[in-house]
């Protein structure tokens, strides 16, 4: 009698002790997004632009303590392998992590002055197999050691506490959660164009007066589900194939299928390369999204990213979270808010910019004005003139 009664107790508490749990984790991925949001206006108050989604100029540039290649006309030299050092690098010092950020910038100016070519002088955000890479997560510092990348580790800030396998993250094995946005759009992780607040450095940088629909309009970061090896899961795998222009975000979106499972004809990604598996890696497969697709949907890249180039390909990609039913994202003024996986997409039958005046069959991410892709989209272009809010 008495366990049958513990047993009801248990059964009646279980639920509201889930939902206190989840509470608690929900709050501390909104403390989290709204971080990164603050610190990307500490660091306009510094640079009068946001930090770059790829190619920012703090670290494609540098001035070495002597010798090294020209830029421009300029002491400034061309550092390779820190061009897809996302906007979370560039801001580690506004995250409360200054000795990973000289850490980084040290290695960046030895490089320069001794081969800015050559992976084994950088710290990198994946594992190098090539001639000149150590095939490893090391790289040589400037006291001629090798040691292990700052950003092929664990990074606490980096990590939604509700997200099971990311809290497995350790050397290697780098996940992360957060993700920056890059708009209403598809588009290759470097292309020039961006319809959201954070512009590649050598293309379209971005600053507030660039905002025209107003920060508190505008996402800035959100919340994604790290994917586990070979991947087959809506919220976190990736489907491949989806080629650029043929293919609109509607064949995408076909691919989801029932229950937490992409449908079984979705071709994946295989391999540990998967969304959200390095989280300083400016390439939308890894730390980027479009909003594009609903929240939870299945997200959709041109290839393989192991294979030649393939993660810095076109990506239709997505947010998720095990917050149920949607994400939580920052915005711009730094707002923190919920978006319901039923958000209002729009037509995803059609491509971006379809229907405007100027846009061009052959280049659909070329346009401006308003978004195809109803509030979602709303919420993602900094500049689309459009009337819609999040609700």
């Given at each position: 009698?008495?366990?049958?009664?513990?047993?009801?107790?248990?059964?009646?508490?279980?639920?509201?002790?889930?939902?206190?749990?989840?509470?608690?984790?929900?709050?501390?991925?909104?403390?989290?997004?709204?971080?990164?949001?603050?610190?990307?206006?500490?660091?306009?108050?510094?640079?009068?632009?946001?930090?770059?989604?790829?190619?920012?100029?703090?670290?494609?540039?540098?001035?070495?303590?002597?010798?090294?290649?020209?830029?421009?006309?300029?002491?400034?030299?061309?550092?390779?392998?820190?061009?897809?050092?996302?906007?979370?690098?560039?801001?580690?010092?506004?995250?409360?992590?200054?000795?990973?950020?000289?850490?980084?910038?040290?290695?960046?100016?030895?490089?320069?002055?001794?081969?800015?070519?050559?992976?084994?002088?950088?710290?990198?955000?994946?594992?190098?197999?090539?001639?000149t890479g150590t095939g490893?997560?090391?790289?040589?510092?400037?006291?001629?050691?090798?040691?292990?990348?700052?950003?092929?580790?664990?990074?606490?800030?980096?990590?939604?506490?509700?997200?099971?396998?990311?809290?497995?993250?350790?050397?290697?094995?780098?996940?992360?959660?957060?993700?920056?946005?890059?708009?209403?759009?598809?588009?290759?992780?470097?292309?020039?164009?961006?319809?959201?607040?954070?512009?590649?450095g050598n293309r379209f940088?971005?600053?507030?007066?660039?905002?025209?629909?107003?920060?508190?309009?505008?996402?800035?970061?959100?919340?994604?589900?790290?994917?586990?090896?070979?991947?087959?899961?809506?919220?976190?795998?990736?489907?491949?194939?989806?080629?650029?222009?043929?293919?609109?975000?509607?064949?995408?979106?076909?691919?989801?299928?029932?229950?937490?499972?992409?449908?079984?004809?979705?071709?994946?990604?295989?391999?540990?390369?998967?969304?959200?598996?390095?989280?300083?890696?400016?390439?939308?497969?890894?730390?980027?999204?479009?909003?594009?697709?609903?929240?939870?949907?299945?997200?959709?890249?041109?290839?393989?990213?192991?294979?030649?180039?393939?993660?810095?390909?076109?990506?239709?990609?997505?947010?998720?979270?095990?917050?149920?039913?949607?994400?939580?994202?920052?915005?711009?003024?730094?707002?923190?808010?919920?978006?319901?996986?039923?958000?209002?997409?729009?037509?995803l039958t059609k491509h971006?910019?379809?229907?405007?005046?100027?846009?061009?069959?052959?280049?659909?991410?070329?346009?401006?004005?308003?978004?195809?892709?109803?509030?979602?989209?709303?919420?993602?272009?900094?500049?689309?003139?459009?009337?819609?809010?999040?609700?």
């Amino acid at each position: 009698m008495v366990i049958a009664i513990i047993g009801v107790l248990i059964a009646l508490l279980l639920p509201a002790v889930q939902a206190a749990r989840e509470a608690a984790r929900r709050s501390q991925c909104i403390n989290k997004l709204k971080q990164l949001a603050l610190a990307t206006h500490n660091f306009h108050s510094t640079y009068n632009r946001l930090p770059a989604s790829g190619n920012d100029p703090n670290w494609t540039k540098i001035k070495p303590a002597s010798g090294g290649a020209s830029v421009e006309a300029t002491s400034l030299v061309r550092v390779h392998y820190v061009d897809v050092y996302n906007p979370i690098v560039t801001m580690l010092p506004l995250l409360e992590q200054p000795a990973m950020f000289d850490t980084l910038m040290t290695a960046a100016k030895y490089g320069a002055q001794t081969d800015g070519n050559n992976r084994s002088y950088i710290p990198c955000t994946w594992i190098d197999t090539t001639a000149t890479g150590t095939g490893t997560d090391q790289y040589v510092d400037s006291s001629g050691n090798s040691v292990n990348s700052p950003l092929r580790d664990r990074l606490a800030l980096t990590l939604c506490p509700s997200d099971p396998l990311s809290n497995t993250a350790t050397l290697g094995r780098p996940y992360g959660n957060y993700r920056y946005c890059r708009g209403d759009i598809w588009c290759n992780w470097q292309w020039r164009e961006s319809r959201g607040a954070f512009g590649p450095g050598n293309r379209f940088p971005v600053s507030f007066s660039s905002i025209t629909d107003g920060t508190s309009n505008t996402i800035f970061f959100s919340e994604s589900c790290v994917g586990a090896d070979d991947d087959r899961t809506n919220r976190a795998g990736l489907v491949t194939g989806i080629n650029y222009p043929t293919d609109k975000p509607s064949k995408v979106a076909a691919y989801r299928g029932v229950g937490a499972d992409l449908a079984d004809a979705a071709p994946t990604v295989a391999g540990s390369d998967q969304r959200g598996s390095r989280w300083a890696d400016a390439r939308l497969a890894f730390s980027g999204f479009n909003t594009v697709l609903p929240p939870n949907s299945p997200s959709g890249l041109f290839d393989d990213p192991n294979s030649a180039g393939g993660a810095a390909y076109g990506n239709y990609a997505t947010v998720s979270s095990f917050h149920p039913g949607g994400v939580i994202v920052a915005l711009g003024d730094g707002a923190a808010r919920f978006v319901s996986e039923t958000i209002d997409c729009g037509d995803l039958t059609k491509h971006p910019g379809e229907g405007d005046p100027a846009y061009v069959a052959t280049d659909p991410h070329q346009w401006i004005g308003p978004t195809q892709y109803g509030i979602w989209g709303a919420a993602g272009s900094i500049s689309g003139r459009e009337s819609k809010s999040l609700p």
